[in-house]
């Protein structure tokens, strides 16, 4: 996985917890704030951070939009602030990865229309887990082990490269789940498009070079499917 | 010796359950105002009432019916019943002569019988004198038929349906509130009387040229007056009387809307309370609801879940703006503090409530409500949302069963959308149920076609269905490789094909929603066939 270049805007809780979850020693993170005081926490820590107005271009220069950022996440509890600081990135760098944290789910569109790639709600999503722990515990505590990746076991993506093995060969085919003890969840399949296909049987694809396999299963597992997919490429 | 069986009549009287419970379902009947039996019984009273008042005026100017005066024993008998058990419920006597003798025993004074039958006596003197009791005595006189002059206390009988109706009940209440203000501005109307009546008959008395006889009738004429009604019988004819019907007629005005004043803000402020009853007794008509305290983005969140699955559910929040949203969303809602034992017992948390939701955006609030709950109830299903890690031991150690933290989860899927966009995609996919793809799970029911199959023999393919693992506590599988603690059981991930599905596993199905339901329902149906 490359090194990506990533600044957080808007420091606060669930800023906190993006870091943690970020593998500190493959990205380069910088936390961004105008407010001091969060500032300093968040160096205590050990974070990168910089203490600038968001709202000015040039500041935002200064960070490094526009030239290596590749990913920023504009964390702002306000979504007027999100939505502004959006429009200013998009406008400095058209393939950065603008990712936003949305307050009410109206500005969600808004802040599509604006440039950002992902918009993240964080209280819908907890709404629903929520609902998920009254209505079926058991589906809440198999998604905490498996998609979140609570324990071993993770979902993860495999970019199948050019003369892999897997070439030419049908979804079908790979028995995954025997094989190597993955579950195939799905494919994006380039001959039809960016778009995301579970494979719950409703058709079969052809593998070529470029799609990409989200699959299911204990780390150890994943890396050795990995390795062999990238292997003979 | 008549002291000795008084109190072992006592001690008798208490150790009987037969008379507890006697009591006890008079109470019901009569007094408790959550019982069902009291609402029957209230409404059975209001039509006794009602027919017995007709019968009675009818009477006045027609022939009697025949059987009307059976009638009229029944309800009689109905309304001397209903008096002396009100009476019997007042007080215990049998607890007031224990508590005596007790304690004169503690102390090794001589025990005196006087002293606890005075309390005795005080007590039911003291119902015998309550505004109700005196209303329930005065709606039996008029039956009694050698005193003709006490039909006039029939209208009692009227004044009897206050004590079934709860909204008449509330008036009176209301009244009862403002007593205060009510009293200044009696005082004040009857000084203004008292000064008009005794002017207008100076200047206006027959002597003079006037209409106004005696004192009578100016205060009749003070009244007609002040209350802005005046008939015109009697009218000033000098100029002093009209200068005082001028200043009364002012007065009257001032009065009345200062009444009206009263009563409206008296309402206003009950208001609130009517509003959380109506909630109450909503309530209390359902089961297996959920409590969700805060109605913030999360806690919306969750009700229009529920409101999809037609869960039912009751919403306490403190701020007056998202108690307006519950309002305009349809929802039942109180406007309280949900911290508060009485706020939730209110809400049902003793009565068919299932789970306890803690959705505020306040860790404190967070923690203070799951206590009471737990305090409140020891098997009920909690879950609290906490916004700082370091706070999750804690609403452990209060008692909530599951902790969600929203920083977390979208921490962490913001974190897997930097490093595996697509992954992320799909995980998205999965938690929103995007096109209708979801994770499930399914029981395997006792005598159905896949207990005691092997994995590898159900088609899971077939049925658009992608099996993730199995969920299980049956020792028989423990041999298998990919365990995964969960809670008490045991997840299989991704199960080999030898694995033999015993009853009463889980499986955890990816699918969409309707090739889930139709396994479901399959499945179901091959338990229940005869075989």
């Not at chain 2, 005075?118 to 015998?128: C, E, G, N, Q």
Request: with cysteine; net charge neutral; charged share 25%.
């Amino acid at each position: 996985m490359s090194v990506k270049n990533i600044a957080i805007f808007g420091y606060n809780p669930m800023s906190f917890e993006l870091i943690k979850c970020l593998d500190l020693k493959q990205h380069e993170v910088i936390v961004v704030d105008q407010d001091q005081e969060s500032l300093i926490t968040a160096a205590d820590l050990g974070f990168t951070v910089i203490a600038t107005d968001y709202r000015n271009d040039d500041n935002l220069e200064e960070v490094g939009i526009g030239r290596h950022i590749d990913v920023l996440f504009c964390f702002f509890e306000e979504d007027s602030n999100n939505l502004f600081l959006t429009i200013s990135a998009r406008a400095m760098d058209q393939k950065l990865e603008i990712i936003s944290i949305v307050d009410d789910p109206e500005s969600a569109d808004k802040l599509l229309v604006a440039g950002a790639n992902k918009i993240i709600d964080p209280y819908q999503i907890c709404g629903r887990k929520i609902y998920q722990l009254i209505k079926n515990p058991d589906i809440a505590d198999v998604l905490d082990h498996t998609i979140f990746g609570r324990h071993d076991l993770n979902t993860a993506e495999i970019l199948i490269p050019p003369d892999s093995p897997l070439e030419n060969t049908y979804a079908s085919q790979l028995q995954l789940n025997s094989r190597y003890n993955l579950i195939l969840i799905a494919i994006v399949d380039k001959e039809l498009g960016k778009e995301l296909h579970f494979t719950i049987g409703e058709q079969d694809h052809r593998l070529d070079a470029g799609d990409i396999l989200i699959v299911l299963g204990p780390s150890r597992q994943i890396k050795a499917f990995k390795q062999e997919v990238e292997k003979q490429a | 010796m008549f002291t000795r069986l008084l109190i072992h009549l006592a001690y008798f009287l208490k150790s009987s359950s037969r008379y507890q419970n006697t009591k006890k379902f008079v109470f019901d009947l009569l007094e408790n105002p959550g019982s069902r039996l009291k609402r029957h019984f209230d409404l059975f009273m209001i039509l006794l009432v009602m027919m017995s008042v007709f019968l009675l005026i009818y009477e006045i100017n027609n022939p009697p019916i025949p059987y009307s005066e059976w009638f009229e024993n029944i309800v009689v008998v109905v309304f001397i019943s209903e008096y002396i058990l009100r009476g019997w419920l007042y007080s215990d006597n049998h607890k007031i002569l224990i508590e005596h003798y007790e304690r004169t025993q503690y102390l090794g004074i001589k025990f005196q019988l006087r002293k606890p039958l005075v309390k005795i006596f005080s007590s039911k003197l003291k119902y015998i004198f309550s505004p109700y009791a005196i209303i329930d005595l005065l709606a039996i006189l008029p039956s009694y038929r050698p005193l003709r002059i006490l039909r006039i206390f029939l209208v009692f009988r009227l004044f009897k349906l206050v004590r079934y109706s709860h909204s008449v009940k509330l008036f009176t209440e209301v009244l009862a509130n403002k007593r205060f203000e009510l009293l200044t501005l009696a005082m004040f109307i009857g000084f203004w009387l008292f000064i008009s009546s005794t002017a207008i008959y100076m200047f206006e008395n027959e002597p003079v040229g006037g209409q106004v006889r005696h004192l009578f009738d100016a205060l009749y004429w003070s009244i007609v007056t002040m209350s802005t009604v005046g008939y015109g019988d009697i009218t000033p004819q000098t100029p002093g009387g009209r200068i005082v019907a001028l200043t009364l007629i002012i007065i009257g005005v001032g009065v009345l809307s200062f009444f009206t004043s009263i009563i409206v803000t008296a309402f206003t402020e009950k208001m609130e309370e009517l509003r959380e009853n109506r909630t109450f007794s909503e309530v209390e008509n359902i089961d297996n609801f959920i409590i969700i305290c805060g109605y913030g983005r999360v806690g919306q969140e969750v009700a229009k879940h529920m409101d999809k699955d037609q869960q039912p559910y009751v919403i306490i929040d403190n701020s007056e703006e998202n108690f307006l949203l519950a309002r305009r969303n349809n929802c039942l809602a109180i406007k309280n503090d949900a911290s508060k034992n009485e706020v939730l017992l209110n809400a049902g948390i003793n009565k068919g409530a299932k789970a306890v939701l803690c959705t505020t955006g306040n860790d404190v609030t967070n923690v203070y409500v799951t206590l009471t709950s737990r305090h409140l109830n020891r098997d009920i299903k909690i879950i609290s949302r906490a916004n700082r890690q370091e706070n999750i031991k804690k609403l452990r150690q209060v008692g909530a069963n599951f902790i969600v933290q929203p920083f977390e989860i979208s921490g962490l899927l913001a974190a897997e959308y930097v490093g595996q966009p697509v992954a992320s995609q799909a995980i998205f996919g999965i938690i929103n149920e995007e096109k209708d793809i979801l994770m499930e799970t399914i029981l395997v029911p006792e005598n159905s076609d896949i207990e005691n199959v092997k994995i590898k023999d159900i088609d899971f393919e077939k049925r658009r269905l992608i099996l993730i693992g199995v969920i299980s506590n049956k020792t028989i599988h423990c041999k298998r490789n990919n365990r995964y603690k969960v809670k008490n059981r045991q997840f299989y991930f991704n199960p080999a094909d030898e694995f033999i599905l015993q009853a009463k596993d889980i499986l955890v199905l990816l699918g969409r929603k309707y090739s889930i339901d139709y396994f479901k329902d399959q499945i179901e149906r091959s338990s229940l066939a005869i075989k």
